[in-house]
């Protein structure tokens, strides 16, 4: 079992930066693959990043690379996500996730995922 604990959301320009927060607890950090996904009013939960913090490997969603950053210190058991030139379609809610298990390639689709934190709101004016 593992408890999810998003912040850092908020409202930002457009082309600004946000640092994203996911403090997880139980469990032993590296043993999960972690992940990043949001959710727009009206739209599907859809993929951000995610990785394995026991290697350091990621995976984004095209539409984010070269602008966002996963990343994860293990010592705090917490995962992050570095987010740069944000654009208004982005505002949604981020949510934090981990999968039990460690699969051959770095999932992204929300079934693949065992635990949910409750989401931090970002929202990008223009």
């Known amino acids: 079992q593992v408890q999810l604990v998003e912040s850092g959301g908020g409202l930002v320009q457009a082309g600004g930066s946000l640092r994203l927060s996911c403090a997880a607890s139980?469990?032993?950090?590296?043993?999960?693959?972690m992940g990043w996904f949001r959710q727009a009013p009206g739209k599907e939960r859809e993929f951000v990043a995610a990785?394995?913090?026991?290697?350091?490997?990621?995976r984004y969603a095209d539409s984010v690379k070269g602008r966002f950053t996963i990343s994860r210190d293990n010592a705090k058991n917490t995962l992050y996500l570095q987010m740069n030139s944000l654009k208004p379609e982005e505002t949604a809610l981020y949510y934090c996730?981990?999968?039990?298990?460690?699969?051959?390639?770095?999932?992204?689709?929300?079934?693949?995922?065992?635990?949910w934190g409750q989401g931090t709101q970002v929202t990008v004016s223009s």
């Open positions: 996730a981990a999968r039990n298990s460690i699969a051959a390639v770095i999932p992204t689709t929300t079934n693949e995922y065992d635990y």
């Open positions: 139980g469990r032993p950090f590296r043993s999960y693959t």
């Open positions: 990785m394995r913090p026991s290697t350091g490997s990621t």
